[in-house]
């Protein structure tokens, strides 16, 4: 593929970008991380509180990229076959079985969007572990396969009762997860208030232009960025050491006020994570439009990427969100490139 | 030789008269002495001078006679055996007052004896003469009596016992603790010095030594390297080095701002610090990628460590040349 296809399908991310930014205000830092995960072909999950504006990010993506769209409510009482199919009494009064969401788009589903996954129980996030690894799923007798499907997937970290912590091989899934935080500048928050474009949201999305990306050729071009981006020697020691703290801070001497550093980490991240981190990485390059990855484009998805694929001792956990950003924070400031 | 006969003839033939001549005892009131004595009476050894200064005030018309006085080198005898006191010296002044006149004798004595315990001696009585209306006196100077003292004690003694007012007290010697106190202060300021080089971040002056400074050291030999490539990448590592070590953690281009904000004394090489992540960026990222830092990458990472090294002296960094 040539550069100038290089650069035509980067003016088509920017384009993405800039039309999501019109809809959702003073989220351009996720915005870029999705749009990102998108090209790297990454499961993303966003974390928020209540009302931010998550959903309706996660819709606007949805609309610019074009192809099957499904979506499920995460409630305590779903199951995983309610995934894969619902039944029904029909008009003649004999049962009827139909496709579920995971199913109705076929291979054309681009985007299956899990609203409120931790409200699910730990069997559907079992299912949604092979459908997000492999992207395939196995149904009346057939092996169904979702080669373009992306996962979004929202939780409020907020509400506690009826939800179910997502297990770390869950997470570990998901190429990204994104802290969705209220904007602080007092010209957005007040245009959220008083701009009545904001309060319809089925309209606001719609603002969208629709199947900006050709959904199913984003795989195809992801491979082409993958190949095309290098990770030079010293970047490669680079990320390798940015691994080894993740795993043993202690050794990089990061130290966390109030936190035994020597205790804190129970598993550093997954060779998976690490992967996908430089996938990532590799994909804010070529936004960049650089040819090869440098520690800013590690920087730029090093957060995302790995603070939800640490696992931490218990007594830590409750302060996950507030210790993992610090610990990363650290990391980056302790590694030296080259 | 004929004269010194004649006069020798002369002085014999006058003390044959004077011993001729009746001896009256001088009567007291006719003479009044004053004597000064040596300070102390006792601890007079072998060699010790003693002097006594007599002072005559004698009525007129009586004239001492001087031929009457001790003689120099003269030593006195007790029972015919020497007493080991000699007249060292003698000094006479004369003085007229009107009806009487005063002889000032200045008497010194050496001490030519000694004994293994203190003894007792005397400086000896003299017997000097006066003349008047052709009649000769004689008058008895008193004798002065005093100790002799043994030059080393008799027997075992312990010395820092001895506690004797005239040797004053032992004094130790100082010089070996002299010695010692200079040798530990010497150490002393070494360790000082140690100290001070270590407090102060392993430099010998304020603003010295800094990561910039030895890195400006480090690339000048770089820069000797045959291998151009070798040593441009290992000035760049250096370089990234003192970045890293004056901000305290890792400095990246994206995390330039934050650097400049916690060290604004770098603020004027703003720019000079984006070209050389530029420069960086090629050298160890992407070889394809430009910097802007011109033909000879190896001068300019000289001179932009030089630049950094002003900024953390606080000085003003130099223009380019």
């Known amino acids: 593929m040539s550069d100038r296809q290089l650069a035509d399908w980067r003016e088509l991310a920017q384009k993405l970008e800039s039309e999501i930014n019109k809809v959702v205000v003073g989220q351009a830092s996720p915005i870029r991380a999705i749009t990102t995960a998108i090209f790297a072909r990454g499961h993303v999950l966003l974390e928020g509180d209540v009302g931010v504006g998550k959903t309706t990010l996660l819709r606007a993506f949805t609309r610019g990229i074009g192809g099957g769209y499904q979506r499920i409510e995460g409630t305590i009482d779903l199951m995983p076959n309610d995934l894969v199919y619902h039944t029904y009494l029909c008009e003649d009064g004999k049962p009827h079985v139909s496709p579920g969401p995971l199913l109705m788009s076929g291979e054309n589903l681009a985007v299956f969007f899990f609203n409120e996954i931790n409200r699910a129980r730990p069997q559907v996030h079992s299912l949604l572990l092979r459908v997000m690894a492999e992207r395939t799923l196995s149904a009346f007798n057939k092996e169904h396969s979702f080669p373009h499907m992306l996962v979004f997937a929202d939780r409020n970290q907020v509400e506690k009762e009826e939800t179910f912590e997502i297990p770390s091989a869950a997470r570990d899934r998901f190429m990204m997860e994104i802290p969705i935080v209220v904007p602080d500048d007092a010209d957005i928050m007040e245009s959220l208030i008083f701009d009545t474009r904001f309060h319809d949201v089925d309209a606001l999305v719609a603002q969208v232009q629709p199947d900006i990306l050709h959904f199913d050729r984003l795989n195809a071009f992801s491979a082409v960025i993958q190949d095309h981006v290098q990770a030079s020697a010293t970047l490669r020691r680079y990320a390798l050491d940015l691994w080894r703290a993740t795993k043993a801070p202690a050794k990089f001497g990061i130290k966390i006020d109030g936190v035994d550093i020597n205790r804190l980490v129970l598993a550093g991240a997954s060779p998976r994570g690490m992967s996908m981190m430089l996938r990532a990485a590799r994909v804010n390059a070529w936004i960049h439009g650089r040819d090869a990855v440098l520690p800013d484009d590690v920087h730029a998805v090093f957060h995302e990427t790995t603070a939800h694929r640490l696992v931490f001792s218990p007594v830590y956990e409750m302060r996950r969100t507030e210790i993992a950003r610090e610990l990363l924070n650290q990391i980056i400031q302790a590694v030296a490139a080259p | ?321």
């Open chain 2, 1 to 321: 030789m004929t004269v010194l006969l004649a006069a020798a003839g002369l002085l014999l033939s006058t003390s044959l008269a004077v011993a001729e001549q009746t001896l009256y005892e001088m009567k007291e009131a006719n003479v009044k002495i004053t004597t000064v004595e040596p300070e102390r009476d006792v601890g007079y050894t072998v060699g010790d001078i003693l002097q006594r200064t007599i002072v005559l005030e004698v009525k007129k018309p009586y004239t001492l006679l001087e031929t009457s006085l001790p003689i120099v080198g003269y030593e006195h005898r007790w029972k015919g055996q020497p007493t080991g006191i000699e007249l060292h010296k003698i000094e006479t002044e004369q003085n007229d007052l009107g009806d009487s006149t005063t002889y000032m004798l200045r008497l010194d004595y050496q001490v030519f004896t000694n004994n293994i315990v203190a003894k007792p001696a005397i400086l000896p009585a003299e017997f000097i003469k006066f003349k008047a209306d052709g009649k000769f006196y004689q008058y008895r100077i008193p004798s002065w009596g005093f100790r002799i003292s043994p030059i080393a004690t008799f027997g075992a003694a312990k010395i820092e016992l001895d506690m004797s007012p005239f040797r004053g007290p032992l004094l130790l010697d100082p010089n070996p603790e002299k010695k010692r106190l200079k040798v530990l202060i010497g150490v002393f300021a070494v360790a000082l010095l140690g100290l001070l080089y270590i407090l102060g971040s392993r430099a010998w002056l304020p603003r010295m030594g800094g990561p910039f400074a030895s890195a400006c050291r480090d690339i000048n030999k770089l820069r000797k390297l045959p291998a151009a490539d070798v040593a441009l990448q290992q000035a760049v590592a250096r370089v990234h080095q003192s970045l890293n070590a004056t901000a305290g953690s890792s400095v990246f281009s994206d995390s330039l701002d934050s650097f400049l904000q916690k060290k604004p004394k770098f603020a004027p090489v703003k720019t000079d610090i984006e070209q050389f992540f530029g420069l960086s960026r090629q050298v160890f990222f992407e070889p394809q990628a430009a910097h802007q830092v011109g033909d000879s990458p190896l001068n300019w990472l000289r001179d932009f460590c030089r630049r950094c090294r002003d900024c953390e002296r606080g000085l003003t960094p130099e223009e380019r040349v």
